[in-house]
């Protein structure tokens, strides 16, 4: 189906006989397959809400994907692969992927794939989650006394460090377990993953200083959400912009005072940043070792098609697991150097030295568990960079601006009750919020008259960092004569005093105040704050 907005009408791309194998409608036929580039002009008036053969037809057309029914099939490849298929990032009309890189956290507002699928499908695809999980998720998924038993913990000023024995293990899991963090069945909650993005997890008094590397270590558990699809029935609201909120004001003096890019600059000792992350790798990289599991069983007698479909008719007698002690495929070759480069922005001379002075047995970890090795090596290597570029960056403002198309151009939906809600100065209707703070600190927003209008800031909304894209929470423009500081960015967190920040949070905070400070020339605050009362005393300072 096409919608043509010019000539308001709809026309139909029917099938005619069964053995037909292409559209009766010949325009739009060559646009997708063979004018591909005038599709994605913007100017072009034809626009495909619905190609329900596109996946089936495989159309290399990466605009045709936004809606797609599956069709019946038997075998769980083809599902796989029509899935597969449209799994794919969008281009704009410059033929770019919209992929993170371009996108930043709204990558996955744009590129959305809708499947309409019948119940089979349904079963399907949720056994196919199952398995992908089983494949992708080596980590572990229970939190036991064990996963915490002989890790070494380092407080916050890197100072002391701590070993956990058994002793200091069990009562450290007993106090998530009392504090409703671990469930009968040794896995985390919803209240765990809530307090975590409130940033109000509870530990026991001496574990305080070392928070952040206890939350390091929980971090290793596999999470089951990060594998769901979302239910779009679940999806209730669709956040609609207001604008007479757009069109204020405030707003508008608000928006031109963050709207503009900027550029950093850093210098910093590479010396020091090895040694660094040469130390922090000896001392915290572990990987995963890969297991494979062997099952033996037997066949019983066959008392009908069902039983023998069902697998009732296998009896399972053995089972065990071994580990690997190598690569599963040794004809897979990784560019080690090359990859960590990638995830780290250092040169690939120091990021050689590093790995060849690291101890063997740290090396050796890569040869058993290679993805793993260069995403935890990474990880390290970017907190030391945190540590040591910290006080030496600075930023310049850009030409470049944002423009309003980040509120105007995506889709933002929720669940009214559960992450969404109505909202009265919010330049929407609505509000999706990440946590139960976030929920009140919105709340208490509406209801102040100090507050003209105020935006949570969408993921395509972010500040270049060396650590990666980072995106404030809210941008809030006061009345002018109410407050010292009428315009503002804020970050919320949790409880602020018990809030231990990780080194690259700390960096990507550090920087946004930079970032700030440079393009509005000290007119725009931006801090961290745990509700209104904080943002209210940062302002009238």
């Known amino acids: 189906m096409q919608d043509n907005k010019k000539n308001k009408r709809f026309a139909n791309s ?11 409608d010949a325009d739009a036929y060559d646009l997708i397959m063979k004018d591909k580039e005038r599709l994605l002009d913007q100017k072009e008036p034809v626009r495909f809400i619905f190609s329900h053969s596109a996946l089936r037809e495989g159309w290399d057309n990466p605009n045709v994907f936004q809606i797609c029914t599956l069709k019946q099939s038997g075998s769980d490849v083809r599902k796989r692969q029509e899935v597969g298929r449209g799994l794919r990032l969008c281009v704009n009309n410059n033929g770019e992927r919209m992929d993170s890189n371009v996108l930043g956290g709204d990558v996955h507002n744009v590129n ?3 499947i309409i ?28 006394a064990d996963l915490f038993e002989n890790k070494v913990i380092v407080d916050e000023n890197g100072l002391n460090e701590q070993v956990i024995d058994h002793k200091l293990a069990n009562k450290l899991t007993n106090s998530f377990i009392r504090n409703g963090y671990i469930d009968d069945d040794n896995t985390l909650t919803e209240k765990y993953y809530e307090d975590i993005k409130g940033g109000t997890l509870l530990v ?9 590397d206890i939350i390091n270590i929980l971090d290793t558990i596999y999470n089951p959400q990060t594998m769901a699809p979302e239910d779009a029935r679940s999806n209730n609201i669709e956040l609609k912009l207001n604008d007479s909120k757009l069109q204020m004001k405030e707003f508008k003096t608000l928006w031109s005072k963050i709207n503009s890019k900027s550029a950093y600059v850093v210098d910093f000792d590479t010396k020091e940043l090895i040694e660094k992350s040469i130390r922090a790798m000896n001392k915290d990289l572990r990987v995963s070792q890969i297991f494979f599991k062997v099952e033996h069983g037997e066949m019983k007698t066959i008392k009908s098609k069902e039983a023998l479909q069902s697998g009732e008719a296998f009896t399972k007698i053995t089972g065990g697991t071994s580990k690997v002690d190598s690569a599963i495929n040794t004809n897979v070759k990784y560019d080690l150097i090359g990859k960590v480069v990638t995830e780290t922005g250092l040169t690939r001379s120091a990021v050689g030295e590093i790995l060849r002075r690291i101890e063997k047995v740290t090396f050796e970890q890569f040869h058993r568990n290679p993805e793993e090795f260069i995403i935890k090596a990474s990880n390290l290597i970017n907190e030391q960079k945190a540590t040591v570029i910290i006080e030496h960056i600075t930023y310049n403002k850009l030409e470049e601006a944002y423009s309003t198309d980040i509120f105007t151009g995506p ?22 919020y990440d946590s139960k703070n976030e929920k009140k600190f919105a709340t208490e927003l509406d209801k102040w008259e100090e507050v003209a209008v105020y935006v949570k800031l969408p993921g395509g909304f972010y500040i270049n960092t060396p650590v990666g894209k980072y995106n404030p929470d809210w941008a809030i423009a006061f009345h002018e004569g109410k407050v010292k500081h009428i315009y503002f960015v804020a970050e919320t967190k949790g409880d602020l005093s018990s809030m231990q920040l990780r080194k690259v949070e700390e960096l990507k905070i550090h920087c946004a105040r930079e970032h700030f400070k440079k393009i509005s020339s000290g007119t725009v605050k931006y801090e961290v ?13």
């Open 14 to 24: 029917k099938i005619g006989d069964k053995k037909e194998k292409t559209s009766d």
């Open 112 to 114: 959305v794939l809708t």
């Open 117 to 144: 699928a019948n119940e089979s499908y349904d079963s399907f695809a949720k056994r196919l989650q199952s398995e992908m999980a089983e494949v992708v998720a080596d980590r572990p998924r229970e939190v036991t």
């Open 204 to 212: 026991a008094e001496e574990f305080a200083p070392y928070k952040a």
């Open 411 to 432: 889709t933002f939906k929720g669940r009214l009750g559960v992450n969404a809600m109505q909202a009265e100065k919010h330049l929407y209707d609505h509000i999706i």
């Open 529 to 541: 704050i745990d509700s209104y009362d904080t943002l209210l005393n940062d302002v009238m300072k």
